[in-house]
């Protein structure tokens, strides 16, 4: 659904940058899935440049890029809606990742819990990719990425 107005191609390009946030944050749980299959790491390739650069900023950089996108994008309100809508739902989903991090390491902390950990960090890595490609597509047409729970707390931000 489009609506506040119509989106230009560069709108829907810029749309889509954001969600590389919580993709490669989101590369962490895909290790078991990756070492089980590694043809998938070829689909992951074109990512090799954001990975490196992203990597090389280090915790306290990635926190900047974090707090950049929200401040500088989505409180901007000169820069059109549905640029900021897709920012702050990037954003939103890097916020679960990290949540489901902090779910996993209590998970480790557990012993004998090495399959469950496993499983969970899978789930959490294509859950991931399919939000991210699903949000990606919507976004490439023009249409507004409607993710239970997540694109409602984002309406409520975006104004």
């Known amino acids: ?3 506040r107005g119509s989106t230009t191609v560069w709108d829907r390009i810029f749309a889509c940058l954001p969600y590389l946030l919580p993709l490669v944050d989101g590369l962490v749980f895909g290790s078991f899935l990756l070492r089980e299959f590694p043809v998938l790491q070829v689909l992951l390739l074109p990512l090799q440049p954001v990975l490196i650069i992203y990597g090389s900023l280090g915790q306290f950089g990635q926190l900047i890029v ?3 996108l929200f401040l500088l994008v989505v409180r901007n309100e000169k820069i059109s809606h549905f640029i ?3 920012t702050m ?4 989903l890097d916020v679960v990742i990290f949540l489901c991090s902090i779910l996993v390491r209590i998970l480790g902390q557990v012993p004998g819990t090495g399959f469950a950990i496993e499983t969970v960090a899978n789930t959490i890595f294509l859950g991931v990719v399919v939000a991210v490609g699903y949000s990606v597509i919507q976004s490439l047409i023009g249409r507004y990425a409607e993710i239970p729970a997540i694109s409602d ?3 409520m931000q975006v104004r």
């Open 1 to 3: 659904m489009t609506w």
């Open 66 to 68: 974090f707090f950049a």
């Open 84 to 86: 900021r809508f897709n």
């Open 89 to 92: 739902q990037a954003i939103l």
């Open 153 to 155: 707390a984002v309406h």
